[in-house]
């Protein structure tokens, strides 16, 4: 799977490709059933009125109860009078839905794989060396004019730190790193913008792993 490649300065280098891993099917129930788990996640829960217990107000009795030719009215609390408690009112909620790490993973590599499919994914090289707003802001009217895309997630790797503080100032750009994204980052996300040493780090770290175990075996 073919991905645009770009560099800082906005020009088209050499397409790169995706890891294997994110060229599958997509599996929407399980995407669909993540998302909802976040965005659930995402409300705090903590609306609330006060019922008539809780309002701080006179529980006098109004008049007497019958001679007046008016309702019966024992306080002021009631929820018909204005000022008096909500009757039937929101109350706080803990939210308790949680995901399986398995499904997280599935999910953010199902995501990946949709927006791959629907041209949404492009590469940028040497992104750590992304130190300025207005940099920053070149970069984005490039790739806005090579895309059509108005609105832009930058998945970073560990590499590129010093530009999250060159992205946070844009309006229609956000950065996060690829670490902590997940499947509802990706899916809300417009275009994103993927840091290309995210894949070489991991690649990095498996040849290591794979020289590491061969020193070990020739030892033996």
């Not at 490649?5 to 995407?31: H, R, W, Y």
């Not at 909620?93 to 791959?116: C, T």
């Not at 100032?169 to 509802?184: C, E, P, Q, T």
């Not at 840091?195 to 033996?220: C, G, L, P, R, Y």
């Amino acid at each position: 799977m073919k991905i645009q490649t770009f560099t800082i300065k906005g020009t088209k280098s050499e397409d790169a490709g995706l890891p294997k891993e994110f060229d599958q099917k997509v599996n929407l129930p399980l995407l669909a059933q993540a998302i909802h788990v976040y965005e659930e996640r995402a409300h705090v829960g903590l609306r609330k009125t006060k019922t008539r217990s809780e309002v701080n107000r006179t529980s006098k009795k109004l008049y007497k109860q019958k001679g007046t030719g008016g309702a019966r009215h024992g306080s002021r609390r009631a929820p018909i009078f204005v000022g008096g408690g909500v009757a039937l009112g929101p109350r706080p909620i803990r939210r308790v839905l949680n995901l399986p790490n398995d499904i997280k993973s599935k999910a953010r590599i199902f995501a990946f794989a949709m927006k791959a499919e629907e041209k949404q994914i492009v590469f940028v090289s040497g992104v750590a060396k992304l130190d300025k707003t207005k940099a920053a802001e070149e970069l984005v009217k490039a790739l806005t004019k090579a895309t059509g895309a108005k609105r832009f997630t930058f998945v970073l790797s560990e590499k590129s730190k010093e530009a999250v503080k060159a992205l946070r100032n844009l309006v229609h750009a956000k950065a996060i790193f690829y670490k902590d994204s997940n499947a509802l980052d990706i899916y809300r996300g417009g275009m994103i913008v993927m840091d290309n040493e995210i894949f070489k780090a991991d690649k990095d770290s498996k040849v290591a792993e794979v020289v590491k175990t061969e020193k070990k075996a020739k030892q033996k």
